[in-house]
């Protein structure tokens, strides 16, 4: 009963997300996904010689499902693709290509030849979701505050160019973790509500988890520069309670 309750409250919780978030934003989430879904299947077929493990399941589990069950996998209410949108240096203004930041490029996941068709859509709707609703890209995307005001900032032309040149950004989101994957399929071929429940609140614990990374990450990164911004000075709190500016023991004391 404990367990039926908790699904329910998760189906419920999924419903006012999508409540909020509108049909049609939710709609071409779904879209994304099964082309995601397909895109995956296609490269499963094309690396059929060594497959990675997340290939060998989506492969092999997207061949069983038919249509209605393919559609209940790619409602899941997240992107299944990722692009990097929570790293805040691939999309700052001007940022270096990867093979000029001295930081080795990762291998493409995706070599089949939609690969740059579906980099171009994912990343347009990312773009739109940051400039229209930035609530949604966190929520659908993983995308935090940061990020999301970068990839606004950019215009439409820029985030073509990005999709066409760097192809190589999108990538399966979890591809470490094909056990998440290949819950969902089952679910999805099952058709059990509360199967599927869980699998997309696993989804969702995932990537509530990578936003708080990149938050605290982001945090960290910014510490040095409002320190600086500071002027040296420390807030220092009394035993009372009051509170007092005082020079930083770096800084020279005023006379």
């Given amino acids: 009963m404990l367990l039926q309750c908790g699904m329910d409250s998760d189906a419920g919780r999924e419903a006012q997300r999508a409540s909020w978030l509108g049909a049609a934003a939710l709609d071409t989430l779904a879209e994304l996904n099964e082309m995601g879904l397909a895109?995956?299947?296609?490269?499963?077929?094309?690396?059929?010689?060594?497959?990675?493990?997340?290939?060998?399941?989506?492969?092999?589990?997207?061949?069983?499902?038919?249509?209605?069950?393919?559609?209940?996998?790619?409602?899941?209410?997240y992107l299944l693709l990722d692009a990097g949108f929570a790293d805040r240096e691939r999309w700052r203004p001007g940022a270096p290509q990867v093979a000029d930041s001295g930081r080795a490029a990762s291998p493409a996941f995706f070599t089949v030849p939609?690969?740059?068709?579906?980099?171009?859509?994912?990343?347009?709707?990312?773009?739109?979701?940051?400039?229209?609703?930035?609530?949604?890209?966190?929520?659908?995307?993983?995308?935090?505050?940061?990020?999301?005001a970068l990839i606004a900032d950019l215009s439409l032309r820029r985030i073509d160019?990005?999709?066409?040149?760097?192809p190589e950004w999108l990538r399966p989101r979890w591809p470490a973790h094909p056990q998440l994957w290949?819950?969902?399929l089952l679910a999805a071929a099952s058709g059990e509500a509360r199967a599927l429940a869980r699998a997309r609140l696993h989804g969702?614990?995932?990537?509530?988890?990578?936003?708080?990374?990149?938050?605290?990450?982001?945090?960290a990164a910014a510490a040095p520069a409002q320190a600086?911004?500071?002027?040296?000075?420390?807030?220092?709190?009394?035993?009372?309670?009051?509170?007092?500016?005082?020079?930083?023991?770096?800084?020279p004391a005023r006379p």
């Fill in 39 to 77: 895109l995956l299947a296609e490269q499963a077929a094309a690396a059929a010689s060594e497959p990675r493990p997340l290939l060998r399941e989506v492969g092999a589990l997207w061949r069983t499902l038919d249509r209605e069950a393919r559609r209940q996998a790619a409602a899941a209410p």
């Fill in 204 to 219: 969702l614990t995932m990537l509530a988890a990578e936003a708080r990374r990149a938050a605290g990450t982001a945090a």
């Fill in 228 to 251: 600086a911004g500071a002027g040296g000075r420390v807030r220092l709190t009394s035993p009372a309670g009051t509170a007092s500016t005082a020079p930083s023991p770096r800084s």
């Fill in 161 to 166: 160019s990005l999709a066409e040149r760097h």
């Fill in 182 to 184: 290949r819950e969902l």
């Fill in 114 to 148: 939609g690969t740059v068709e579906a980099a171009r859509l994912c990343f347009t709707y990312a773009w739109h979701l940051a400039r229209a609703e930035s609530s949604a890209a966190r929520l659908l995307l993983g995308m935090p505050p940061g990020c999301a």
